[in-house]
Nanobody
Framework: QVQLVESGGGLVQPGGSLRLSCAAS????????MGWYRQAPGKQRDLVAS???????NYADSVKGRFTISRDNAKITVILQMSDLKPEDTAVYYC?????????????????WGQGTQVTVSS
């Protein structure tokens, strides 16, 4: 019912920048919090940044001052602008949204995930 399509990952040198984009589609009535998570090999999936429907943002300490999250409610899109990238930022990045979808006579809320996009920071 909800599809998330991510783009923008790739290989970048330390100190470089990347822009990740995630577009949602489907039978969506409303979207609450949108965010990005990342998972490095052998590690758990951790929150990188999130943004509420009111525009309140939250960042992991490790990315504060380097990453910026934004959203376009009309296009149901969330963007992660990453700068001053470091090798420890290497991971698969996943988009996540909390959305309500239309069902007969009601709305059902749930969390939805993108397929993941690889970000590799290496010289």
């Amino acid at each position: 019912q909800v599809q998330l399509v991510e783009s923008g990952g790739g290989l970048v040198q330390p100190g470089g920048s990347l822009r990740l984009s995630c577009a949602a589609s489907g039978n969506i009535v409303s979207v609450s919090t949108m965010g990005w998570y990342r998972q490095a090999p052998g590690k758990q999936r951790d929150l990188v940044a999130s943004i509420t429907s009111a525009g309140t943002t939250n960042y992991a300490d490790s990315v504060k001052g380097r990453f910026t999250i934004s959203r376009d409610n009309a296009k149901i899109t969330v963007i992660l602008q990453m700068s001053d990238l470091k090798p420890e930022d290497t991971a698969v990045y996943y988009c996540n949204i909390n959305a309500g979808v239309r069902i007969p006579f009601s709305t059902r809320w749930g969390d939805y995930w993108g397929q993941g996009t690889q970000v590799t920071v290496s010289s």
